[in-house]
């Protein structure tokens, strides 16, 4: 290789890989629907796309004429990219339905959302009880009189091993990669939690942490009790439906119980009713 010739993670654009390997928007766009639909028998318009990083959902959702999208990031760098990358790819007109927020989650909005999502376990940043029902109650003001909030969770026995490395590969030829996702660390008595990011490519490279996530590991029903001490009257665990090889069947149902699961990825709705 000769000495100017850039390898291929040299090459790589973090975000793009991120959004090809971890997110599917067109997938958590119909779950909103689904579940607004299923509480209120109607369609849902204003989107609050909290921790929203690259807000590809954000923009998804403004495609469509009726809707207005908000997306909330602390980290000016995932936003510009954002600009960039996904809103510039839209029509002007739905450009100017998406409203970004260089800010903290916790800060109140002005308009009020239908559905407010918090996706990929970008809560778990909340350590304590204190700090994480201090979001919750944002985040029920931060919705209208009818609202759904949308979280995302996940556990098993195989989630808690350290040094537990998920490999999955992604695109064909040069383009090809393998996204890891490594359980760096667990601390079972503060549930204190290090997972990594890692992208490795063909030729050897990598991007090794790609990103970084110190969090604490919730459970459900914790979540489940700040969320209804924040205010919520309803809180519904959505958990996937497996088909004839035992593998998650992508039908996603509220269900009150569930079979032991070594690995496993559900989400949580809480909902806010007029009066
Ligand atoms: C795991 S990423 C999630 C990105 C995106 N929501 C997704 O589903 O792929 C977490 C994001 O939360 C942002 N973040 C962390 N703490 C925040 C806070 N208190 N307020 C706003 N954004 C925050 C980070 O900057 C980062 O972009």
Redesign the pocket.
């Known amino acids: 290789m000769s000495k100017n010739k850039k390898t291929l993670a040299q090459e790589a654009d973090k975000y793009v890989l ?1 959004q090809e390997s ?2 599917d928007p067109g997938h958590e766009v119909d779950f909103f629907d689904k579940v607004f639909k299923s509480e209120f028998k109607r369609k849902p318009r204003v989107l609050r ?6 807000f ?2 954000c923009c998804l959702w403004a495609k469509k004429k009726d809707r207005i999208a908000i997306g ?4 000016p760098e ?1 936003l510009a990219w954002g600009r960039e990358h996904n809103l510039s790819k839209l029509k002007e007109e739905a450009q100017q339905r998406v409203t970004l927020l260089q ?4 800060s109140n909005g002005q308009v009020k959302a239908d559905i407010l999502a ?5 809560f778990w ?2 350590k304590t009880r204190a700090g994480l029902l201090e979001y919750f109650k944002t985040a029920y003001r931060n919705l209208a009189e009818e609202g759904v909030m949308v979280l995302d969770m996940m556990g098993g026995p195989e989630c808690l091993e350290e040094n537990h490395e998920d490999i999955r590969k992604y695109g064909k030829g040069k383009k090809a990669f393998k996204y890891v996702w490594d359980q760096a660390r667990y601390d079972p008595i503060t549930h204190d939690a290090t997972f990594h990011i890692h992208f490795r490519f063909k030729d050897g490279s990598s991007l090794e942490p790609a ?1 970084t ?1 110190e969090w604490r590991f919730w459970s459900i029903p914790e979540v489940r009790e700040l969320l209804l001490e924040a205010g919520f009257p309803e809180v519904h665990v959505y958990w996937e439906g497996v088909d004839e090889d035992g593998e998650g069947d992508g039908k996603w149902k509220k269900r009150k119980s569930a079979a032991s699961d070594p690995s496993w990825i559900a989400y949580m709705t809480a909902v806010k009713r007029n009066g």
Not at 72 to 75: A, E, I
Not at 103 to 106: A, F, K, S
């Open positions: 991120y971890v997110q796309e909290d921790f929203c990083g690259t590809a959902i909330v990031d602390l980290d995932p800010e903290d989650v916790r918090a996706q990929n376990f970008s940043i909340f990103f996530y």
